[in-house]
């Protein structure tokens, strides 16, 4: 608003001076046709001062008023009455102020070229600020629209929080559940370690941008959650090269990738399963690479079909723009997730 205001004052400067030039060169002109200064400057600044009114009233019309495509005509008529508003004005006050029967014939004669004169200097002035205001509603409209499409994206990713964290929940309850009838112990220490995690992740903003050294503490509560759960049979290797530990990446993004390869990995296995979480620096880029092996007669790993990958891949989206920040791919039973995440 302050930035409109400081823009209208400068514009309001603006009429002021271009009315002082229009004066001075209207009566260097009338000057030459043999009247003295004070006719040629009175005739001048009441002429200026009207046509500086009309384009004035135009201007500010057309900052509330933008006209359709076919109301230019209203435009046109507005100019021509407005042109005519400053003749007729100069006809009958002008005639008063200089007496004589030659300025009195001079202004006669020089109506219809006032009149044009006039038409052409609003028609410049209302074309002006139609181009000037229109431009200023662009850049309003597309300041709302990002505005809006920002509510949306982090209402998306909120969304998308609210599905991954119930069906994390709603696992390690059932965990729990199983664990306090033979193992209590166990089952108090997963409920406190279900504590930390949860204290951890409402404190997280879903735009948050942590290091990776932050991301992996985060992480090793939720892998000391899931070893409960599975005792002996989960393993898992974390390799971070010391340079890209304190690289940025956005809070939580591991958790539902490493969920993925825990599900493809165990669930249809009874054997020791280890996976594997790798960082790397490559270019402007960190590269997070999580491994799982599985069984392909009892498993089918899904390219990126599943809501944690997609769920992934969808905040990767809204976060940086872009679709290529995600691959998955199986080779040799082994599930393989990596994503990228540029380093600005």
Not at 293 to 302: E, G, I, L, M, V
Not at 303 to 318: E, H, K, W
Request: glycine share 6%; proline share 3%.
């Amino acid at each position: 608003m302050a930035a409109s205001n400081l823009t209208f004052s400068k514009l309001r400067w603006a009429f002021v001076a271009c009315g002082l030039a229009w004066a001075g060169l209207q009566s260097y002109i009338i000057h030459g046709f043999g009247f003295d200064w004070y006719t040629a400057l009175t005739d001048s600044l009441v002429s200026s001062i009207l046509l500086t009114a009309a384009c004035w009233l135009i201007n500010n019309n057309l900052r509330y008023y933008q006209p359709g495509k076919g109301s230019y005509i209203n435009i046109l008529i507005w100019c021509m009455a407005l042109a005519a508003s400053c003749t007729a004005g100069c006809r009958y006050v002008l005639p008063y102020l200089n007496a004589g029967s030659v300025y009195f014939n001079f202004m006669g004669q020089s109506l219809v070229i006032r009149f044009f004169t006039d038409f052409l200097a609003i028609g410049w002035m209302a074309m002006i600020s139609m181009i000037w205001y229109s431009q200023i509603d662009q850049k309003e409209n597309e300041k709302r629209k990002l505005e809006a499409e920002k509510l949306a994206r982090d209402a998306e990713l909120y969304n998308l929080r609210q599905q991954l964290q119930p069906h994390f929940l709603f696992n390690s309850l059932n965990s729990i559940n199983a664990l306090i009838g033979f193992k209590p112990d166990e089952a108090r220490k997963m409920i406190h370690q279900l504590s930390d995690f949860l204290r951890g992740t409402l404190k997280k903003d879903d735009q948050q941008q942590v290091t990776l050294n932050e991301e992996l503490q985060h992480l090793n509560l939720y892998l000391d959650i899931e070893k409960v759960r599975f005792g002996h049979r989960l393993k898992t290797e974390i390799s971070c090269d010391q340079k890209c530990g304190e690289s940025i990446l956005p809070a939580m993004i591991l958790q539902p990738l490493v969920e993925n390869a825990i599900k493809f990995g165990l669930y249809d296995t009874t054997e020791e399963v280890v996976v594997s979480i790798r960082g790397e620096l490559e270019g402007n880029y960190l590269e997070l690479i999580v491994q799982n092996p599985f069984d392909p007669k009892t498993s089918r790993p899904r390219q990126g079909t599943g809501f944690g990958l997609s769920a992934v891949q969808r905040r990767l989206y809204l976060l940086f723009g872009r679709n290529d920040l995600m691959e998955t791919h199986a080779n040799d039973n082994i599930f393989t997730t990596i994503i990228k995440i540029p380093q600005l």
